[in-house]
């Protein structure tokens, strides 16, 4: 019985040193500025807070002075590193916000003619600075994933104070909030420590320099135009598509997008033959020689089981581009059949269907498509916005009025698309907004209704449009611009493993 209640004593001693330790800890880290208190500290604050609550619940402990002094002294090291500071801590508000940019986990794509974040890319081709002098120094850095401007700098051996200045001194420093993994800084550091330059290199084709003038940085922005070339490429069908396009030395990319302008007439996944081919001119940029990127197929030609399909790319005078065969028929419908990639339809177009939540009758003006939240949603052919909002049962919503004669509905959105509002256009096969289940909605899927003149009908079954074809009044510019790519796909022979440059030139994207 002694022996317990020493034991007792013990861990309820302890127990007071725990808890005053946790006490001082918590309080004094609560005190500390809000810059330390980062995303890397929280864990250890909840960690804190619920012992501390779990030990008072359990001891009902009242603390007296002396322990709360001496578990002060044994975390006084503890608390001396939080609130010391860093060479990447920042030093005002504004620095904080710029100094926690996280680069690592955007996941944005290049446009088409830029390199991937792939750092050899400036190996490979150094557009970042002039040579420097004997009497500064150079410092590279590659952006890494999960990288912010603070931690790049003290890599560098800069300071939060360099990083301070570039921002005081230079308006157009805002452009560095838009690294990603992959890009290039080149650090120019003088004899007495300074730094006198900075080069933000965010693919080959741009260079972003600040330069120290006295009192500021002069920013200078340098936009390289690539070489585009037109090639064209030809393969034969043996045991893939894949396996051809492997052969022809296209791209992934260019498959998918081939497939996309001849899908109204080819089914890629069902019709394809042994024997089939294809022929495409398209265009690759360079620069300094060295190939940066694959841009858009010019024209297309897909021969399957003997019917021959032939695609030309045409921008008319307002700059928008579209696929069209020779004659100026347009390839696409005037609406996608379905406006988003589902699983299966959970409920089908109905008068008289007994609603799953209101448990009555009541008429189901649309189709619906179960897909997992999140799933794209995608205009379903060319117009402008009428509604973006919250609409009753509908939950998220988004309404389109496509000419005169038609209206598309989209229900239930987790969320719309960025900048989408009332009033905006929109393209066929442009993203409108995200599956969710706002709204009446006992699951995710996508409410989709279709109007023709007003009236309600099913969206799986109705005829749809087509597409308008080239105007009389722009079939003679069609013609000029087209005529020639035409007549590079009827000369160039089926080669399963040729690829032949065309044309050069050198022009913008």
């Known amino acids: 019985m002694k022996v317990n209640s020493q034991i007792a004593r013990g861990a309820y001693s302890k127990s007071f040193y725990d808890f005053a330790s946790l006490e001082v800890i918590s309080r004094i880290i609560s005190a500390i500025n809000p810059p330390v208190i980062n995303c890397r500290n929280a864990p250890l604050m909840k960690i804190i807070e619920a012992i501390r609550s779990k030990l008072q619940n359990r001891y009902n402990l009242c603390l007296p002075h002396w322990h709360l002094v001496t578990a002060g002294f044994l975390v006084f090291t503890l608390v001396a590193l939080l609130k010391m500071p860093s060479s990447i801590e920042p030093e005002t508000a504004s620095e904080g916000d710029i100094a926690q940019v996280d680069v690592g986990q955007i996941n944005d794509g290049f446009a088409p003619l830029l390199p991937q974040a792939n750092p050899l890319a400036f190996d490979e081709l150094d557009l970042s600075s002039d040579t420097e002098t004997n009497d500064s120094a150079q410092k590279i850095e590659i952006v890494r994933k999960g990288d912010n401007l603070a931690g790049i700098f003290k890599r560098a051996g800069l300071t939060s104070q360099d990083l301070a200045e570039i921002f005081d001194k230079s308006k157009d420093a ?3 909030k838009q690294l990603r993994p992959g890009h290039k800084l080149a650090f120019t550091i003088n004899q007495n420590g300074a730094l006198d330059k900075v080069v933000y290199t965010p693919d080959l084709l741009q260079t972003h320099t600040f330069d120290r003038h006295e009192e500021r940085f002069a920013y200078t922005n340098l936009v390289r135009k690539p070489q585009i070339v037109t090639k064209v490429s030809t393969g034969v069908i043996k045991s893939s598509l894949y396996e051809a396009s492997k052969a ?3 791209t992934d990319q260019m498959v998918g997008e081939l497939a996309k302008i001849f899908a109204y007439d080819v089914d890629f996944a069902l019709d394809l033959r042994r024997g089939d081919t294809f022929k495409v001119i398209y265009e690759e940029a360079y620069v300094d020689g060295k190939k940066i990127g694959t841009g858009k197929i010019l024209a297309a030609e897909f021969t399957n089981d003997g019917s021959t399909y032939r695609a030309v790319r045409y921008q008319d005078k307002n700059g928008d581009s579209a696929y069209f065969s020779p004659d100026g028929r347009a390839l696409r419908k005037g609406f996608l059949r379905t406006p988003v990639e589902f699983s299966h339809i959970s409920s089908g177009f109905s008068l008289g269907r007994l609603h799953p ?44 009025q496509h000419d005169k004669s038609y209206t598309t509905l989209y229900g239930h959105m987790s969320r719309f698309a960025q900048g989408l509002r009332k009033g905006s256009l929109v393209k066929q096969g442009e993203i409108i907004g995200y599956v969710g289940s706002t709204g009446l909605a006992t699951g995710p899927h996508l409410h989709y209704e279709f109007y023709v003149n007003g009236k309600v009908v099913n969206p799986v079954t109705a005829a749809l449009p087509k597409a308008q074809p080239i105007a009389k009044g722009e079939m003679a510019r069609f013609t000029a611009q087209t005529q020639p790519l035409i007549a590079q796909l009827a000369s160039t022979q089926t080669n399963p493993v040729a690829t032949t440059t065309v044309n050069a030139a050198n022009q913008p994207l």
């Open 357 to 400: 939540i209101l448990n009555k009758i009541r008429a189901h003006k649309g189709t619906d498509y179960s897909a997992p939240t999140g799933t794209p949603i995608r205009a379903a052919g060319d117009g402008r916005v009428t509604m973006a909002g919250i609409n009753n049962g509908y939950g998220n919503c988004v309404t389109i």
């Open 174 to 176: 805002k452009i560095l």
């Open 248 to 250: 022809a030395k296209i």
